[in-house]
Nanobody
Framework: QVQLVESGGGLVQAGGSLRLSCADSGRTISSYHMGWFRQAPGKEREFVAACNWSGGRTDYADSVKGRFTISRGNAKNTVYLQMNSLKPEDTAVYYC???????????????????WGQGTQVTVSS
């Protein structure tokens, strides 16, 4: 059973940076597609970023393109979300997601992913 654990959330001022990390507590996630979703209060959970199993393909929501970067660690056991130039509207709970797949593309839909972490809070103050 994949158990995703996120870390790295917190409070930051607008314009600042944070790096979120996600790893499986019990096994490697090297053969999994990984992604990040977020949910702000009163809003739908939305796609943020995704990468395929090799890390060679990435995809971003338009709202974060150019500011956020998803990447995998050298051993492919960890996935990161580097968030720069943060804005108050980035405030949300961020969820790490995973899907075992060797598809060369990426997935954006929530129901494509089989595993979800518990979420980590990111708060950006103005």
């Amino acid at each position: 059973q994949v158990q995703l654990v996120e870390s790295g959330g917190g409070l930051v001022q607008a314009g600042g940076s944070l790096r979120l990390s996600c790893a499986d507590s019990g096994r490697t996630i090297s053969s999994y597609h990984m992604g990040w979703f977020r949910q702000a209060p009163g809003k739908e959970r939305e796609f943020v970023a995704a990468c395929n199993w090799s890390g060679g393909r990435t995809d971003y929501a338009d709202s974060v393109k150019g500011r956020f970067t998803i990447s995998r660690g050298n051993a492919k056991n960890t996935v990161y979300l580097q968030m720069n130039s943060l804005k108050p509207e980035d405030t949300a709970v961020y969820y790490c997601v995973a899907k075992r797949s060797y598809y060369t593309g990426t997935y954006r839909a929530r129901d494509e992913y089989d595993y979800w972490g518990q979420g980590t809070q990111v708060t950006v103050s103005s």
